[in-house]
Nanobody, 125 residues
């Protein structure tokens, strides 16, 4: 069983900062992409930031210059540092990962796309 567990959400005032974490656990052989998505009330889920195992990153235009995605590959963990938060950043933030999971057969793996349960970020005064 492979799972992602997010933490770090909460209530913050406009202009404030939060750091989200997402840790992958289970029978993991390797992880390629680890991304952050968000879904605001009444809106579709949108991609916020992406990261590769090699260190490449990309951001949605709405968060460029304010958010930073980073990874600790040794800990199978991805972070999202969010600065200069705005009320429109209010959403449930989801972690997503592309994982090669080990199986009971040596040398055989399963390719999985795994989502976390989400963590709520509320930006309000």
């Amino acid at each position: 069983q492979v799972q992602l567990v997010e933490s770090g959400g909460g209530l913050v005032q406009p202009g404030g900062s939060l750091r989200l974490s997402c840790a992958a656990s289970g029978s993991i052989f390797s992880i390629s992409g680890m991304n952050w998505h968000r879904q605001a009330p009444g809106k579709q889920r949108e991609l916020v930031a992406t990261s590769t195992s090699g260190g490449s990153t990309n951001y949605a235009d709405s968060v460029k210059g304010r958010f930073t995605i980073s990874r600790d590959n040794a800990k199978n963990t991805v972070y999202l540092q969010m600065n200069s938060l705005k009320p429109e950043d209010t959403a449930v933030y989801y972690c997503y990962a592309e994982i090669m999971a080990s199986t009971s057969t040596p040398g055989r793996y399963r390719a999985l796309e795994v989502w976390g349960q989400g963590t709520l970020v509320t930006v309000s005064s």
